[in-house]
């Protein structure tokens, strides 16, 4: 088992979000979360970073306990988290962010980055261009290879779709699809796009009021009255 989660609880001061949450994801396994919004999709994954502390509960990584660990902590473990609104940095080049992303490894960082584009080849020519200066659907790219510059054995994706055309939201599948089949990657993945989730997901975990109420799945998100109820969507 890669992650093990038991009646974790947090929130933002004295405003509790996840209200004993609980769940297991194993290693190369795509986890999809969905919910309405303000349920604490995101920050299920902020505290999984160790971005919000833990008031209650237990995670696990590996075997190791990591309720307490700061972030920076969780990232040498093998943690990855790629943020709603994808956070580059935009007054750098390309290369310079995927850089920034090898920062934990000791050297060999122009092998990894060499290694991490063969999977996103539309970056290749972008390499001196400021990341600023990307569209969304790149920027997005860009905040996923950046990621996976510091090879984590388990990713944390946050709505990766948001504002992306449908181009780079079929290429962003192909290239998941591509990463679990050739390098065992483990995914958490926290999206609305139905289609986009289905495509990836082998589990899809219901969250309402802060805690996992239910699990489907991938094929029964055309279920009009379980995506009304449940997720908040209309399809």
Same mark, same amino acid.
């Given at each position: 088992?890669?992650?093990?989660?038991?009646?974790?609880?947090?929130?933002?001061?004295?405003?509790?979000?996840?209200?004993?949450?609980?769940?297991?994801?194993?290693?190369?396994?795509?986890?999809?979360?969905?919910?309405?919004?303000?349920?604490?999709?995101?920050?299920?994954?902020?505290?999984?970073?160790?971005?919000?502390?833990?008031?209650?509960?237990? &995670?696990?990584?590996?075997?190791?306990?990591?309720?307490?660990?700061?972030?920076?902590?969780?990232?040498?473990?093998?943690?990855?988290? &790629?943020?709603?609104?994808?956070?580059?940095?935009?007054?750098?080049?390309?290369?310079?962010?995927?850089?920034?992303?090898?920062?934990?490894?000791?050297?060999?960082?122009?092998?990894?980055?060499?290694?991490?584009? *063969?999977?996103?080849?539309?970056?290749?020519?972008?390499?001196?261009?400021?990341?600023?200066?990307?569209?969304?659907?790149?920027?997005?790219?860009?905040?996923?290879?950046?990621?996976?510059?510091?090879?984590?054995?388990?990713?944390?994706?946050? *709505?990766?779709?948001?504002?992306?055309?449908?181009?780079?939201?079929?290429?962003?599948?192909?290239?998941?699809?591509?990463?679990?089949?050739?390098?065992?990657?483990?995914?958490?993945?926290? *999206?609305?796009?139905?289609?986009?989730?289905?495509?990836?997901?082998?589990?899809?975990?219901?969250?309402?009021?802060?805690?996992?109420?239910?699990?489907?799945?991938?094929?029964?998100?055309?279920?009009?009255?379980?995506?009304?109820?449940?997720?908040?969507?209309?399809?």
């Amino acid at each position: 088992m890669m992650l093990d989660v038991r009646g974790l609880r947090t929130g933002y001061g004295r405003i509790p979000i996840l209200n004993g949450v609980s769940f297991t994801v194993n290693e190369g396994e795509f986890i999809g979360i969905l919910g309405h919004n303000g349920m604490g999709k995101t920050t299920l994954l902020k505290a999984l970073m160790g971005f919000l502390p833990a008031t209650g509960g237990r &995670v696990q990584f590996a075997g190791d306990d990591m309720t307490a660990l700061e972030p920076y902590r969780r990232a040498r473990l093998g943690l990855g988290y &790629v943020p709603q609104g994808r956070e580059i940095f935009p007054a750098l080049t390309v290369s310079d962010n995927l850089r920034m992303g090898c920062s934990k490894q000791g050297g060999g960082e122009l092998d990894t980055i060499a290694e991490v584009l *063969e999977h996103f080849p539309r970056l290749k020519p972008l390499l001196e261009r400021l990341g600023g200066a990307l569209s969304g659907g790149e920027q997005q790219l860009l905040a996923m290879a950046r990621c996976l510059c510091g090879k984590p054995r388990l990713v944390l994706l946050d *709505e990766p779709t948001e504002g992306i055309q449908p181009s780079i939201i079929d290429e962003i599948v192909e290239t998941l699809q591509r990463l679990r089949a050739s390098s065992g990657l483990t995914m958490i993945l926290v *999206e609305q796009n139905l289609d986009f989730i289905a495509a990836l997901s082998q589990r899809i975990l219901i969250i309402q009021k802060g805690a996992i109420t239910r699990e489907v799945q991938p094929g029964n998100l055309g279920d009009p009255s379980l995506v009304g109820e449940f997720i908040g969507i209309t399809t």
